[in-house]
């Protein structure tokens, strides 16, 4: 795997947070990895994306 800094909303952050407190996903960086699957997934299946949701 490669590494990627970004930076992030301290609000969106806090979101990723309450998920993996709720056990929904183990670390920050799973949340964000399945995030990213998602993003890509709906882009390579023709769903439209609302860029300024993401």
């Known amino acids: ?3 990627v800094t970004l930076r992030i ?3 969106q952050i806090d979101r ?5 407190e709720r ?3 183990p670390n920050r ?3 964000i990895r ?5 993003l ?3 882009e390579v299946n023709g769903q439209e994306i609302d ?3 993401v």
């Open 40 to 42: 890509v997934d709906d």
């Open 16 to 20: 990723v947070e309450q998920l993996v």
């Open 23 to 25: 056990g929904e996903y």
């Open 1 to 3: 795997m490669e590494r």
């Open 29 to 31: 960086s799973e949340a």
């Open 51 to 53: 860029w300024a949701t």
């Open 9 to 11: 909303p301290k609000q």
């Open 34 to 38: 399945a995030a990213v699957r998602q």
